[in-house]
């Protein structure tokens, strides 16, 4: 069974940097045409993609977001990390890791989805 | 960036009704278009990738079609459990774009 998890601290203040951990299972990033994003979605709004990162290291970074976002993977302990600089309270939003798996390597579809944390921008 | 732009913002409509949404792209991506359907609370579950093809376990009403920068979504015949928020998504090309949502509530 897959499952991805992500964690971090639900509240941040503004200018801080924002570290969150998505911790996953059932999948290997070792594995060829696997990879990992993440997405968020302020409240009552609706999905944006910030950054997605490949089996082979590669990253791809939304533009907007592109000077403020470091992703990276953890092989050997199942885990890809998400670094946002600079947060400001229009970034209090849930994160949600997903998996884009073997079987969505043409469609390139997110085929799993963690639960999701809430973060906070407050001082 | 390719923008999504999806119809009605959100929708009422009984249980047993056949509904259609869309979704409209700025620029032609092929089939590269999917659908995610998100309860409150929950994280977005896909539904369709490729335009067209349903993901394992999805039920069968749920029909999606088109290509280029026109997209329908369908559900044959809605059941309690499809009152929900409806997001296409591109993967054509990156940034990954996502639609507004369609929210189907109950008539």
């Known amino acids: 069974q897959i499952t991805l998890k992500e964690s971090g601290p639900t509240l941040v203040k503004p200018t801080q940097t924002l570290t969150l951990t998505c911790t996953f299972s059932?999948?290997?990033?070792?594995?060829?045409?696997?990879?990992v994003g993440w997405i968020r979605q302020p409240p009552g709004k609706a999905l944006e993609w910030l950054a997605f990162i490949y089996w082979d290291d590669d990253k791809r970074y939304s533009p907007s977001l592109k000077n403020r976002l470091t992703i990276t993977k953890d092989t050997s302990k199942n885990q890809v990390v998400l670094t946002m600089t600079n947060m400001d309270p229009v970034d209090t939003a849930t994160y949600y890791c997903a998996l884009r798996g073997v079987e969505m390597t043409v469609a390139r579809a997110f085929d799993i989805w963690g639960q999701g944390t809430m973060v906070t921008v407050s001082s | 960036d390719i923008q999504m732009t999806q119809s009605p913002s959100s929708l009422s409509a009984s249980v047993g009704d056949r509904v259609t949404f869309t979704c409209r792209t700025s620029q032609s991506i092929s089939t590269y278009l999917n659908w995610y359907q998100q309860k409150p609370g929950k994280a977005p579950k896909l539904l369709i990738y490729a335009a067209s093809t349903l993901q394992s376990g999805v039920p069968s009403r749920f029909n999606g079609g088109g290509s280029g920068t026109d997209f329908t979504l369908t559900i044959g015949s809605l059941q309690p459990e499809d009152f929900a928020t409806y997001y296409c998504?591109?993967?054509?090309?990156?940034?990954?774009?996502f639609g507004g949502g369609t929210k189907v509530e109950i008539k």
């Open positions: 059932g999948f290997s990033l070792r594995t060829s045409e696997v990879g």
């Open positions: 998504q591109q993967s054509y090309s990156t940034p990954l774009t």
